[in-house]
């Protein structure tokens, strides 16, 4: 059997195709962009090394300080939203006694499986300021209120963060959802007998032992604030002026568009360091808090 | 008491509810205007069904618009990068899972790596490298990075599913003088079925919904995906509502139907991702 296992052509051609596509696809860019991060590079020729001129310039970039803001920003809506109402309508959805869960949970996930162009598409003619539906339900309902969502500088990016929110609410919500069900049911039936009510038992015994689940909600729900790209992209093209730029924006910007490749792999290298830093603050809080049964 | 549980929970479903309207009406509110002139979707009916349904939208937007040949290209896409990244990952795992070699769990580490990448920080280097390699405009292009990409996330959940199998199967082949080729295809690949099933689908989607790269990487219109090709509302067709709810209904369709008939595998395919990365 130890021979069998050793079979080194075996493990060459099982491994290597693997090993070798990754290296070069994902491992050899990665290490491209750290290095590159330290050169003037149009992307063309060999560049040349200007040490941490690119991070000082960047540190000075008023955009970096509207990425971060609208990453923050972004990633709380997704926070509020997603896990906040994901949670109660995760609890709720558990009662067995409940009609119609098939239904419901079907219609949380479809939007899950759109196009993110077509789910972008179709909230620019929602926000649309005069044929939208949003505007239009104002109208009809009779409330005074009316909002140029899109073209608005402090709606806008809250606007377009709903949409993320919206399209992966599904996602996020199945997550919540397994969490809840992988709870033993004598947990709940045991608090209730000692006269909690249900919301108590949620608050007490459900919500807490979800602390691994919570973890990757929030580490996804995080991080992708800190990445958002494609909706500002599709949705006001990082406008109303720079006031939607993100990180991805512009490194985006920066790279293909002006041709500034040096600078550009300086901020991705700021955004993974953000990226992982907040993974590793959320494992550590998350590991704190941990409730040993 | 009772009564008061009682109202909290109609609310407490309420809430469900509301917000099934929250998620599915806007689709339903696309698909009508899709079937709508502007007259009705701007001043006379903006919210209900249509009052005559006006097919002539699918048949202009059908003609306007290159929709198959995009159906085309996130066909081939998806597809060819969905068995690359099975066959790429299935061999890997069991080389990581069982086979013994001195780099094993180095190798492990190397590819968990990969899930904390994004593909923010590799896109810039790898256009240049679709650029050297003479790929930019071609399924390539997209296709061996979403293998690459998708290589450390599949490569792990097989990973996890392969060491849990018992070793006696393996051993009991040997026994009978399988060769471990034909252990691995004929035992391992059978048991590791339904979680090839799982990444099928989760891979598959991502590949058909993948926006960054193949907007770096592709510019010529023959070449471009449904995300791609779809990316037209700020451009000249940007008054025609119904048209453009007719394309982006038409795109939707095969999604959503494919979703309905699968739906607890593909909710479970999505979803596995926690099992991993937590």
Partial sequence: MRKYYRNKWAIMLFALPALLLYTLIVIYPVLQSMYRSFFDWDGLGEGTFNGLDNYIRLFNDPLLMTSLKNGALFALVL?????????IMALVIADPRLRGRKVLKTGYFIPVVLSVTV???LWIAIYDPTNGLINKLFQVLGIPYQQNWLSSPTVSIIAIAFVNAWQYMGYQFSLLYAGVKSIPEQYMEAATID???KWGAHRRITIPMMVETYKFCLIIAVTSGISAFVQ???MTNGGPGTTNYTLTF????YAFGEFEYGYACAVAVVLVAISLLVTAIINRVFRQEKVTH | MLLRQKSGSILMQGVLWIYFLVSVYPLFWMVSYSLKNNDEIFVTNPFGLPLNFRYENYINAWSQFSIPNYFLNSVVVSTVSTIGILFLAVMFAYTIARMQWKLRSAARVYILIGMFIPLQVIMIPLAILVKDFNLVNT????IIPYIAFGLPFSSLVFYGFMVSIP?????SACMDGASIYRTFFQIIVPIVKPA?????IFQFLGAWNEFLLAYILISDEAMKTLPLGLLFFQGEYSTDWGGMGAVMTMASIPMVVVFLFFSEQVERALTVGSAVKG
Avoid: D
Wanted: net charge negative; proline share 0%.
């Fill in chain 1, 195 to 197: 006269g909690c009510t």
């Fill in chain 1, 119 to 121: 789910v972008c598409q």
């Fill in chain 1, 232 to 234: 500002m992209l599709i």
């Fill in chain 2, 139 to 142: 399924y390539g292009a997209l």
């Fill in chain 2, 196 to 200: 090839i099933a799982t990444i099928a």
């Fill in chain 1, 79 to 87: 926070v509020v939203f997603q896990l906040g109402l994901g949670t």
């Fill in chain 1, 250 to 253: 512009m490194i985006y910007r």
């Fill in chain 2, 167 to 171: 070793i006696e199967l393996e051993e």
